[in-house]
């Protein structure tokens, strides 16, 4: 089958021929139609956090496709079903985490196109227990980015806990922030858009953002804390530090900061305005497979849907290269067929 590889760090992937993987005791084999590209898989190629992921390693973890063979144990799905490869690729099931909806925090989670080879390919095995099922209404490529930049996102509204009517920032109008904005308006939020490109402002605009500010232009702390006295809570989903001082800093009284995005930075966190404006700052890791569940629900009601660009896998070098320098509006959807 064809895949792309990363071989090395800070290397272009190398698109070619390896051997289809057999599905294992619980696992199904997948023939992958689309994969959608995250951020978070220039971040593994390049080897930029803290905990590395595998090499040689196939990644993608938006991938969508059909189970063409069952592994041995596997009754929950047929052949033919349409299915969706995660991030949260599995977890062990058994521990705190797992037994109390929190999976994402399991500690022997593996994860698609970090830990286990992902869907930048022509197929792939996952456990029959953690693939997401593809609601009929959306199409393979409609469904792919709602794997990881809906899911994401919806589960980080759901983490800021704020009510309908109440004000949220987007911080980065990428992939990710360019579903959130639409999730959070599904869910009844005002919304401000915050990005450094006028393209990703302009679709901020069209997809229903209240208010839009260009941080390359102006101070968008200002501008939020000016206009709508400060936001119940920011979510930042750039990949740059200084998005992430500006989103606390935009925050109100009471309100809190959801860190999405990943960005191999610190966030210095001043102890004195934390306590008497009575901020929370919180992490949100992808979504629970109930959460999946909800995000897709969304997107097959017609609620949310991603601006995407097709590419076919061969092309992941060119787009990982506009990726970096911040020149994609909204997702590209590779196609493997
Ligand atoms: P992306 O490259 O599509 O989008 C990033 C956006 O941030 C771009 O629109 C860019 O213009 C904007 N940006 C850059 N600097 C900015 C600034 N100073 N202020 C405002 N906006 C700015 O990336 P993506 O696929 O949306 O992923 C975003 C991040 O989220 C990555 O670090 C990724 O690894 C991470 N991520 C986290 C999770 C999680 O579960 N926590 C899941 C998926 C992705
Ligand atoms: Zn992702
Ligand atoms: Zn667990």
Request: proline share 4%.
């Amino acid at each position: 089958m064809k895949a792309a590889v990363v071989n090395g760090f800070q290397q272009k992937l190398e698109v070619k021929e390896v051997e289809v993987p057999q599905a294992g005791y619980g696992q199904v084999l997948v023939r992958v139609k689309t994969c959608g590209v995250c951020h978070t898989d220039l971040h593994a190629a390049q080897g930029d956090w803290p905990v590395k992921p595998k090499l040689p390693l196939i990644p993608g973890h938006e991938g969508v496709g059909v189970v063409e063979k069952l592994g041995e144990g596997v009754t929950s799905l047929k052949v033919g079903d349409r299915v969706g490869i995660p991030w949260l690729f599995s977890a062990c099931g058994e521990c705190d985490y797992c037994l109390t909806g929190w999976e994402t925090l399991c500690q022997h989670q593996l994860n698609g196109g970090y830990s286990a080879d992902g869907a930048y390919a022509q197929y792939c095995v996952a456990p029959a227990a953690y693939v997401a099922r593809i609601p009929d209404e959306l199409s393979d490529v409609d469904a792919a980015p709602i794997l990881c930049a809906g899911v994401t996102t919806y589960k980080a509204l759901k983490v800021a806990n704020i009510k309908p009517g109440e004000w949220v920032a987007i911080y980065g109008i990428g992939g990710l922030g360019h579903v959130a904005l639409q999730y959070a308006k599904a869910m009844g939020y005002n919304v401000v858009a915050v990005d450094i490109h006028s393209e990703k402002l302009e679709l901020a605009k069209e997809l229903g953002a209240d208010v839009t500010v260009n941080g390359s232009e102006t101070d968008p702390i200002q501008a939020i804390q000016e206009q709508v006295g400060g936001v119940h809570a920011a979510i930042s989903v750039a990949v740059t530090r200084k998005a992430f001082e500006q989103a606390y800093k935009s925050v109100r009284r009471g309100g809190s900061l959801v860190v999405v995005g990943l960005p191999n930075a610190d966030l210095p966190i001043p102890i004195f305005d934390t306590v008497l404006n009575g901020v929370t700052v919180k992490g949100s890791i992808v979504g629970t497979r109930k959460d999946m569940q909800e995000a897709l629900d969304f997107a097959a009601r017609g609620k949310v849907r991603a601006i995407i660009e097709t590419q076919p896998l061969e092309k992941i070098n060119e787009v990982f290269e506009r990726m970096e320098k911040g020149q994609i509006n909204g997702r590209v959807v590779l196609t493997l067929d």
